[in-house]
């Protein structure tokens, strides 16, 4: 019997979705399974920094060439994902006067072009950076929507035939000898179980990729390192800040859309805890003091939330006591590691690389499927990244941040007929839910938030939310669900809200309490 | 203490409570307004982000700042969106709003052919030019200028009486007083000369320009106020309060000259002062006595202008009214009545301007008092071109009120 | 100014106590800084013949020998107001009655002093539904309703609504504090 399928990728993070637009740009028969929503882990809980590699110059120099030539290759395909805000790397009286020559020289030694400027030049370009700088350097680090650039791969990779099967639990593999054939998946939210079979499997599950890997029978051993971040409640920044030293704890502001958003701290948990992380006061202290030795205007700025994501990074292979972590991205074929074929682990790296990583994992399916198919995703831009728009200021404000999020895409909204605005904040109409449902695969509010911004501005859903799930369910078609929605949306927001509780987020948060609590 | 979090930006102190919409006349009226909170701090965070986010529709900004009265959080959400239009809101804009925004221009210019100007801005052909060429609307009743202007009936009538005094207030008289309604700036002067204070005019004084800020011309704007403010702050130096008896012209040196225009008046902001308030305190304070006519009668609707509501200051105006025995006063709740300045006189915001107004003019008709007391000029065209009933400024019914001699009299020094 | 009562706040507490005072034939003044969520009986108060200030805010009161003396506000800068009693009605976090910051909560108009764990990681419960540990912070009084600032008992001032500590309701704390007024005079 012929399978349906050439190729079943796990994981809806960007390197799943990356690869699964790659392979099917290569023809291939691609399926890719999730058992959440995409951008679900560390995709959808880091900064949006798409790295010019300055940072990992120093220190790295092959990530730091990847990332110069990815960040360059992103900022053409994907340019409405990203925005081209450069960024800055200041040196304060306390650290190392020598640091920042040494990150000039490795950055031209790795291809990033990086100029050093005066103080009073950097706090032209960047007025909000600590004024006390002794110098900079300017490098052309930008800012990414993880969330949109996931949102445009899935649907490019869609166009291209592939299926991307969200809410959809890898069960077990489907084994013939020593040979992965296949995957067993239960749909979560239907309880529907099925056997989906191909010749490949593509493991792009990031940290889960370690229990992935043991049901297929390959042992990864992961080594989670949890990163804490804050966002702030507006752009208090034009351009990418970051420490000019070597890399530390918040030492990155990058600004992100409407926000801007410092991090990370970096703590190792224990794999068990990956699934329920949360943010400490101590991470919060952390972040906000180092935080505004970078820029101090974060001291008087409102914090909406905080929240954490899981590195994924992976012991190395010829490390015998499991500690080291691999560098860069790490592409395992296990059927010369492991003597299992058909199956493929792509991870480590970082959402800079992901384009590059989804090449390699492709790469690898195609020579074991004797496919000989050229790479094209560095040269096809991705959905709504055709061509750049200009706004009129004759435009509605909710049409220019639609239009801003998704690009040429924008078109498929009917805003003659649903022009309402209902999340205020970000200027969410109707019309973009209509569109988000039809188009990106959305089945609650939180995916919704994702594909949207809906409720991720300064109130965090309170004043707009129970119309949102109202006219989402309707859009679904099951109105009875809104208040289901509703509840998990508030307890969803409530989890980054809890540990900033104080100041104006604190008053937010009584409010939300005032209208939702039963 | 720490202070992390807690935002001195003020935009991020909105809570999205939407009380401010529920209080906005425009909103009410106009459904292309997408109302305070989005104009203003929701609008904020995307134009910080990018300027091509302002929206044109944030001209439909009454700036009557009934929004702010209403925020719990403090949020001053006029002025974001005020500050908004100087900043992004540069485009071409029609003649018509410069001859509108220039008081003093058109206020100098029309002076000397008053009973021309007055008769041809009241007869239709004239209108119907300014209707179509200009962008007026032709329903209005424009304002009538007088041949005389206060400041010369000042130096040629009045100014030698103030030789005799020792204290002095500096009056700031305003456009409509200059212009328009010289009568308002005698019965100023005669209420303070017989408190016992002498009149000083400032030594330049300029239109306050609140006019040319709603229009988008900040840059006059800012070069009027900064004339105003040193001449303000030469009579402030000198001991001597400026007064005045227009809430919006008081209002606007004191708060827009510095939200807006970025020009710091801190300094000189608490001795700029409504003839009320100034009043009020002197009579409190026990410094002043003020002896009313015995046989005074009248039946007096007392209506807030949205600047004044903004002041805090309705309560002077108010409880100075009070104190005329005689006098039956009713207060009825705050509303816009639609002017807003120079809004109202624009063609296209015509039907705006009386859709917002009507609820005030049905109100104050029912009331059915002999006068309308409001501390605003222009609430005062408004209200008289849009119902039988005739308005004047609390200072004038002061005026009429008052036993002049004996209040002399008990102020003499 | 002259009142027999000047009241913070002018949410459902502050009107509503403004409101029976008033019709009690005390003269009221109400200090209200903006609009509040909750419907509150303004109008009546007005049309009761109370005084209100919509959108001022009581900058703060002078304290002499266990007394409220006067207040000042910000619109009313350089009018002294005075009062024989004062209530303080000014809600909790949303309405700025009390303030947070990451280390600590305090009452911003007289420092009055209030209840709350010294441990800012314990004001929220994890689960949203939860009741809030931060919705019983507030002011503390005595059984007639007055507040103390630093352990002393101020004997003109009260508290009502949800600047108040505990789960004092909303009615018995009016009552309460209009009690103590009339009972006063």
Redesign the interface.
Known sequence: MMNEYDVIIIGGGITGVGTARDCALRGLRTVLVERFDLTNGATGRNHGLLHSGARYAVTDRDSASECIKENRILKRIASNCVERTDGLFITLPEDDPAYQDKLVEACRAAGIKAESIDPAEALRLEPSVNPRLVGAVRVPDASVDPFRLSSANALDAAAHGARILTYHSVTSFIKDGSRVVGVRVKDTRTGEEKEILAAMTVNAAGIWGQGIAAMAGARIRMLPSKGSLLVFGHRVNRMVVNRCRKPANADILVPGDVVCIIGTTSDKVPFEECDDIRVTRQEVTALLDEGCSLVPALANTRILRAYAGVRPLVASDDDPTGRRTSRGIVLLDHESRDGISGFVTITGGKLTNYRLMAQMATDLVCRKLNVDKPCLTAGLPLPGSERRLNPSRADAVAFKAAEGRHGTMVKDMDFSHKSEVLCECEHVTKAEIAYAVKYLDVHNMVDLRRRTRIGMGTCQGTFCIRKVAEALAEELGCPQKAEEFLDQYVRERWKGMAPVCWGDSLREAEYMRKLYRK | MQDKNVSVNNFEQCLKCDICSSVCPMLAANPRYPGPKQAGPDGERYRLKDPAYYDLTLKFCLNCKRCEVACPSGVRIGDIIQTARLKYGRQNRPLRDFVLADTDLTGSLATPLAPVVNRALGCRPVKAVMDRLVGVDSRRTLPSYSGRKFVRWFRESAAHRQLGFRRFVSFFHGCYVNYNFPELGRDFVRIINACGFGVHLLEDERCCGVALISNGFGAQARHQAEINVRSIRKAVSAGEPVVGCSSTCIFTMRDEYDHLLGIDTSDVRDSILLASKWLYDKVESGSVKLVFKSDYHLKVAYHTACHMNKLGWSVYSILLLKMIPGLELIVPEQQCCGIAGTFGFKKENYGYSQEIGKSLFDTLEAISPDIVATDCETCKWQIEMSTDLKVMNPISILAEALDFEKTQKSNIR | ?RFDVVIIGGGPAGTGIGLELQRSGLDCLVVS?????EESPR?EF?EAGG?L?????VLGGTISEGKVTGVA???????PIEASCYVLATG?????GLI?????IFEPVFGCDVLYDRD??N???????AP?P??DFGVVTDDQGRVSIGGRTISNLFAAGEVLAGKIGMQTGIERVVNAVLGRK
């Open positions: 100014m800084e903006g609009l509040g969520l109008r007005v005084t200030l919509q959108g001022d805010t506000t910000r619109n009313l800068k350089g009018t909790r976090f949303f309405s700025k947070s910051t990451m280390d600590g800012s990681t004001w929220t419960n994890p689960d949203f539904y809030q931060f919705e």
